[in-house]
């Protein structure tokens, strides 16, 4: 089972479709763009706190997902949710 936020889902649950692998599609941190390609900080701020308000209720979201599941590890690189949701169901993560 593979947990990706947004670009990554888009990316992956193609190539994975009709395959024994899962793809989960989970939130993620992301950049604000202006039209000439910066990034926009006041939007990038922005988008972390509303990310951070619903952090905790995306990691409760995630505990069933985990109960059903029940993997005996979970990796994870950039996003936040995994680690959190692995500790609260005792679960080994890197």
Not at 44 to 62: F, K, P, W
Not at 74 to 86: C, G, H, N
């Given at each position: 089972?593979?947990?990706?936020?947004?670009?990554?889902?888009?990316?992956l649950e193609p190539v994975y479709r009709g395959t024994?692998?899962?793809?989960?599609?989970?939130?993620?941190?992301?950049f604000a763009y202006g039209p000439r390609g910066r990034?926009?900080?006041?939007?990038?701020?922005l988008r972390s706190a509303r990310y951070r308000l619903q952090l905790g209720s995306e990691v409760r979201a995630l505990l069933p997902v985990f109960?059903?599941?029940r993997p005996d590890l979970v990796?994870?690189?950039f996003e936040p949710i995994l680690p959190r949701a692995a500790r609260r169901s005792g679960i080994?993560?890197?």
């Amino acid at each position: 089972v593979l947990f990706a936020p947004d670009l990554a889902y888009a990316l992956l649950e193609p190539v994975y479709r009709g395959t024994d692998v899962q793809v989960i599609r989970i939130p993620g941190l992301s950049f604000a763009y202006g039209p000439r390609g910066r990034v926009r900080l006041w939007g990038t701020l922005l988008r972390s706190a509303r990310y951070r308000l619903q952090l905790g209720s995306e990691v409760r979201a995630l505990l069933p997902v985990f109960d059903r599941l029940r993997p005996d590890l979970v990796l994870a690189d950039f996003e936040p949710i995994l680690p959190r949701a692995a500790r609260r169901s005792g679960i080994p993560f890197l």
